[in-house]
């Protein structure tokens, strides 16, 4: 059973940045790998995919252009890089996994889940 362990997160201020990680217990060379959001009384959606190649990546407009996702298929280890931060991007992000080669931006084709962190973009 693959276990996907998040850090980073927090309080920025907005224009501000930040880094999530998102380790996972076994080899995920061959998973799809992507980044979810839920903000307070709303459903959870999609921020980000990554190919286990790293060649596709597919992101949520909302963040298209002040996110990146990137993988280090060495370290097993997921990140999202968070750039110019607004206030509504406020929510527990999720990290996830699906040994697919193809990415989705469904929450339901990901079978494995990381344990969520808080980030809060506010003065």
């Known amino acids: 059973q693959l276990q996907l362990v998040q850090s980073g997160g927090g309080l920025v201020q907005p224009g501000g940045s930040l880094r999530l990680s998102c380790a996972a217990s076994?080899?995920?060379?061959?998973?799809?790998m992507g980044w979810f959001r839920q903000a307070p009384g709303k459903e959870r959606e999609f921020v980000a995919a990554?190919?286990?190649?790293?060649?596709?990546?597919d992101y949520a407009d909302s963040v298209k252009g002040r996110f990146t996702i990137s993988r280090d298929n060495f370290k097993d280890t997921l990140y999202l890089q968070m750039d110019s931060l607004k206030p509504e991007d406020t929510a527990v992000y999720y990290c996830?996994?699906?040994?697919?080669?193809?990415?989705?931006?469904?929450?339901?084709?990901?079978?494995?889940w990381g344990q969520g962190t808080q980030v809060t973009v506010s003065t």
């Open positions: 996830a996994a699906r040994n697919h080669a193809r990415t989705r931006v469904d929450g339901h084709d990901y079978p494995y």
């Open positions: 076994g080899r995920t060379n061959t998973y799809v």
């Open positions: 990554i190919s286990w190649s790293s060649i596709t990546t």
